[in-house]
């Protein structure tokens, strides 16, 4: 099956291809790190923070949930803004206010103002984890997503593990304050990066805004999260009813995004069964790092009695571990798959955690350093490759809402990580002191428990892992056996010629040779729309790569010449993504013909792929509408 589109007509739906995006996915990762580092960066100075503003834990602790609460608020706002401000001018914005909310929190002469410059760091995070996920699949060949999706993967991992480390080091002999400089610095740097190596990428789009649908969410996800912050801290009748308030707006506010023409977040991603699974398994990843990186620290300071520059470096093998590990398991999963990774990854996590929690006790620095690795490590195995698997199962217009879903999961899993580990930790102490154990033994019961249930969250993780692989094995559908659910699948074409993702660059000129046709489409292993390539693609790509080759004629022209042979060898052996445009605008299936007619006719096309759950389907042209809709005006005059 395969459609030919007239050049013209797919330049106009697919930006420029990035010839060189590494740059631009460093900047990426270097925001991810920053956004991640943040996240408990601060929590290391709980307190000298108390001590320097006469405060109780109860009250410090919301520097930490006041940030969740903050940035989780602002990640479904992440993917209006992506598709309505130019990419590089947003960014800038983005990391000004991770600048702003450090000096503020730096001068601060009360804990109220240092709380204001923590909420608007928050803010800050809201938008750029997403932001930065988005350029990432903006920019990256889809044949290297795993490795770049690694890359920002390990920044993720790196972010939360390192800055344990590096404030321990810092405030054992400088004050708190010089943490706030020092990331206020480190934003600075990553603002100026923004503006020498970013371009404005992304395809805007121009969304509506929907006041009520950012003020549900806002007060679902302030209301849930709020809930497990302190169902073990506070009033368990506060924090139900927070968690019932919640869970009402979270209903809510996903009844109204699909009342709603333009969406806040299309919810249609989680349709797709294996990128719900990787969002789940994302979270589990997450939760883990979070839970980990919070009580482990808490523990050998408070009962083993070490300080925080011993309590830091005891992470550091494990840091250095994740650095190493996640770009490299990217790699694998471009060549292998994610599944196995995944398994690998939790197998780790449950038992090394588990290990970790029985033998914690002991007091060995160099057990606990040790054991401590392979957990961190098999999360670095899950995180990248389980994002790029989960997004890559759906169709590029729908990456935005797809990285919106992930990083809303994110700042959920932190919430759920750091607090739910912490209050079971902190319960289980004071129950067995309360039995009467001895406040050693009592917390190291507490400990035991909580990491078991962090085990056992792995465990859960593993299961679905599992599970994901039948979908990751599966067959895709034929595209021209569609059921008929809607007029637009009964008027569409589905008879359409198609690349595979795994197909080469002489298998895209082979098909566009025989089939008389300019172009086809990239799809998927599921059948989801990928890309498009021409054969104005390959024209232009051998032009680049060598001089003699200046029109389609130079393949007979230059038959003799073994330099141009030679070139042409390899660029022939390329997988076809590296040529690949990667951004095709589509409708789906179940979409009104009115509403299709207005996509043509915005975007000045005369044929376009329909899709269902990512999957292509068949294609709709303007002809196609144009005698449905006279065919039904007859039929109603007689």
Not at 344 to 371: C, V
Not at 569 to 585: D, F, Q, S, Y
Request: aromatic share 8%; proline share 5%.
């Amino acid at each position: 099956m395969c459609f030919s589109l007239p050049q013209k007509e797919w330049d106009t739906m697919t930006p420029p291809q990035v010839l060189n995006p590494k740059p631009i996915v460093m900047v990426a990762a270097f925001a991810a790190f920053l956004a991640t580092f943040n996240e408990t960066f601060l929590n290391v100075a709980f307190s000298p923070i108390m001590a320097d503003f006469d405060i109780s834990i109860g009250t410090v602790q919301w520097l930490a949930t006041a940030y969740m609460l903050g940035a989780a608020v602002m990640v479904p706002v992440s993917a209006f803004a992506y598709r309505s401000l130019p990419t590089r001018p947003l960014f800038v914005a983005v990391m000004a206010l991770f600048v702003v909310g450090s000096v503020i929190g730096a001068l601060a002469p009360t804990f109220t103002v240092l709380l204001v410059g923590r909420i608007v760091q928050a803010l800050g995070t809201g938008l750029l984890i997403p932001i930065g996920m988005n350029i990432t699949l903006e920019v990256a060949p889809r044949a290297k997503l795993g490795t770049y999706m690694g890359v920002m993967g390990a920044m993720t991992t790196l972010g939360p593990s390192s800055s344990v480390m590096i404030a321990g080091v810092m405030l054992n002999s400088l004050h708190w304050k010089s943490l706030l400089w020092l990331f206020a610095a480190l934003s600075l740097l990553c603002l100026l990066f923004g503006v020498v190596f970013l371009r404005d990428i992304a395809t805007l789009t121009k969304p509506k805004l929907d006041v009520a649908s950012v003020i549900l969410v806002g007060l679902g996800l302030v209301g849930v999260l709020y809930a497990i912050s302190t169902a073990f801290s506070g009033s368990l009748v506060i924090a139900a009813c927070a968690l019932i308030v919640g869970a009402i707006c979270v209903v809510a506010f996903v009844r109204r995004q699909g009342q709603l023409e333009q969406p806040l977040i299309d919810l249609r991603p989680l349709s797709v069964k294996p990128f719900r699974i990787g969002v789940v398994i994302n979270m589990i990843s997450l939760l883990t790092i979070f839970a980990m990186n919070i009580i482990i620290p808490m523990f050998m300071q408070s009962v083993l009695g070490l300080n925080p520059l011993i309590a830091s470096l005891i992470l550091f093998p494990a840091i250095a571990a994740s650095c190493i590990i996640s770009p490299i398991a990217g790699r694998l999963s471009d060549k292998h798959g994610p599944i196995g990774l995944l398994v690998t990854g939790f197998t780790l996590i449950a038992i090394f955690t588990a290990a970790l929690s029985i033998l914690i006790t002991t007091g060995s620095t160099l057990a606990l350093a040790l054991l401590y690795v392979p957990v961190i490590g098999g999360s670095a195995l899950i995180i990248g490759p389980v994002q790029s698997y989960a997004l890559s199962r759906l169709a590029p217009e729908a990456y935005p809402h797809g990285v919106t879903i992930m990083s809303t999961g994110f700042q959920i899993a932190g919430c759920i990580g750091s607090s739910l580990m912490t209050g079971i930790y902190a319960g289980v102490t004071a129950l067995a002191i309360t039995s009467g154990e001895d406040a050693t033994i009592a917390a190291g019961t507490g400990f035991l428990i909580a990491g078991l249930v962090t085990a056992a969250f792995a465990v859960a993780g593993l299961i679905l892992a599992i599970r994901l692989r039948s979908h990751a094995k599966a067959t895709p559908t034929a595209v021209d056996n569609v059921e008929e659910i809607s007029d637009l699948s009964r008027i569409m074409k589905t008879e359409v010629f198609a690349l595979a993702e795994t197909d080469r660059v002489v298998d895209a000129l082979r098909l566009l040779v025989s089939q008389g046709i300019s172009g086809a489409p990239v799809v998927g292993p599921s059948g989801n729309v990928v890309g498009f390539v021409s054969d104005g693609d390959v024209m232009r790509y051998l032009r680049d790569q060598h001089p003699a080759f200046k029109n389609a004629w130079s393949f007979v022209a230059e038959s003799g010449n073994d330099d141009f042979n030679e070139t042409l060898a390899k660029v022939l052996n390329l997988p076809i993504t590296e040529l690949a445009h990667r951004h095709v605008i589509s409708v789906d299936v179940n979409a009104e013909i009115s509403a299709v007619c207005g996509v043509l006719a915005d975007h000045h096309l005369r044929k376009i792929p329909v899709t269902s759950q990512g999957r292509m389907v068949g294609i709709i042209n303007r002809s196609n509408v144009i005698r449905y809709a006279v065919e039904s005006y007859l039929a109603q005059v007689g």
